[in-house]
Nanobody, 124 residues
Framework: QVRLVESGGGLVQAGGSLRLSCAASGRTFSSYAMGWVRQAPGKVREFVATTRGSGVNTYYADSVKGRFTISRDNAKNTVYLQMNSLKPEDTAVYYC?????????????????WGQGTQVTVSS
């Protein structure tokens, strides 16, 4: 029903920036809450950020608030995660996720659709 493809991951130094993109297929992209979830090796998946279908409302995990910005371009069926002031503890595989809801989704396991993930590595 929806296909998500992440891109933009890579290796950066602490303090640097990356911009992740998630291209979504589907004819009703604006009806999906979109989010970013990350998972470090041996760790559970951790909610990072989410935005409602309208893109007006956003919510962030405390660990990234003030550093990361989620946005969406419904005309392009794309959601972004701008990551600034990156820290080594941000190192993880970052997954784009979606759920058909008008609400923000702040619990990782509640998402219904997932991309394959993109690796973000932050060196000290």
């Amino acid at each position: 029903q929806v296909r998500l493809v992440e891109s933009g991951g890579g290796l950066v130094q602490a303090g640097g920036s990356l911009r992740l993109s998630c291209a979504a297929s589907g004819r009703t992209f604006s009806s999906y809450a979109m989010g970013w979830v990350r998972q470090a090796p041996g760790k559970v998946r951790e909610f990072v950020a989410t935005t409602r279908g309208s893109g007006v409302n956003t919510y962030y995990a405390d660990s990234v608030k003030g550093r990361f910005t989620i946005s969406r371009d419904n005309a392009k069926n794309t959601v972004y995660l701008q990551m600034n002031s990156l820290k080594p503890e941000d190192t993880a595989v970052y997954y784009c996720a979606a759920k058909t809801t008008m609400l923000v989704v702040t619990i990782a396991r509640e998402y219904d659709y997932w991309g394959q993930g993109t690796q973000v590595t932050v060196s000290s």
